[in-house]
T-cell receptor, first 110, second 113 residues
Framework: EAQVTQNPRYLITVTGKKLTVTCSQN?????MSWYRQDPGLGLRQIYY???????DKGDVPEGYKVSRKEKRNFPLILESPSPNQTSLYFC?????????FGPGTRLTVL | KNQVEQSPQSLIILEGKNCTLQ??????????LRWYKQDTGRGPVSLTI?????NTKSNGRYTATLDADTKQSSLHITASQLSDSASYIC????????????FGRGTSLIVHP
């Protein structure tokens, strides 16, 4: 089944404790991206990647890092999480102008 | 600055009734407009895509329209069902090398029995 997977689905952590949210797609898509979704603000793009080893900032990249060492994986790294990064995160891959979203990761930073 | 505005912010209707959601955009140069449906706790799923030359496109009970001159789109839902309860997001993409879509904040639709 063609899909985008994310792990973990839920995470509660404390300020400053580094964490990684994994994202994987099995559709061989070149383009992948990360979004955060907050009440009243909608989806905002954090980072995107047009291919392996090619990444770029989206609208809200501060406090996040990404890497794209292989086509299928696009992890999101929070080196020192802060409470304002509490949010619902979505990974997506894109083909022909359609984005395929993962199930989401709900992150709480205390 | 590219922007996408959706209205209403929320909507409550009775099962079986029709409704129309609106999307106004200022994205330029325009490439395409997509409507996504997002069920609570899930990722958005594409309903339909509109390009510059298309005025109307249907997907079952969902019909999207596009007026590229006024930069407006609508999503019409016919004979609503309880499963239509969700957030509907309008996403507009500009032409160019980098793909950074502009998202609307969504319309939250609740269908009551």
């Amino acid at each position: 089944e063609a899909q985008v997977t994310q792990n973990p689905r839920y995470l509660i952590t404390v300020t400053g404790k580094k964490l990684t949210v994994t994202c994987s797609q099995n559709m061989n898509h070149e383009y992948m991206s990360w979004y955060r979704q907050d009440p009243g603000l909608g989806l905002r793009q954090i980072y995107y990647s047009m291919n392996v080893e090619v990444t770029d900032k989206g609208d809200v990249p501060e406090g996040y890092k990404v890497s794209r060492k292989e086509k299928r994986n696009f992890p999101l790294i929070l080196e020192s999480p802060s409470p304002n990064q509490t949010s619902l995160y979505f990974c997506a891959s894109r083909y022909d102008n359609e984005q395929f979203f993962g199930p989401g990761t709900r992150l709480t930073v205390l | 600055k590219n922007q996408v505005e959706q209205s209403p912010q929320s909507l409550i209707i009775l099962e079986g009734k029709n409704c129309t959601l609106q999307c106004n955009y200022t994205v330029s140069p325009f490439s395409n407009l997509r409507w996504y449906k997002q069920d609570t706790g899930r990722g958005p799923v594409s309903l339909t895509i509109m390009t510059f030359s298309e005025n109307t496109k249907s997907n079952g009970r969902y019909t999207a329209t596009l007026d590229a001159d006024t930069k407006q789109s609508s999503l019409h839902i016919t004979a609503s069902q309880l499963s239509d309860s969700a957030s509907y997001i309008c996403v507009v993409s500009a032409k160019g090398g980098s793909y950074i879509p502009t998202f609307g904040r969504g319309t939250s639709l609740i269908v009551h029995p």
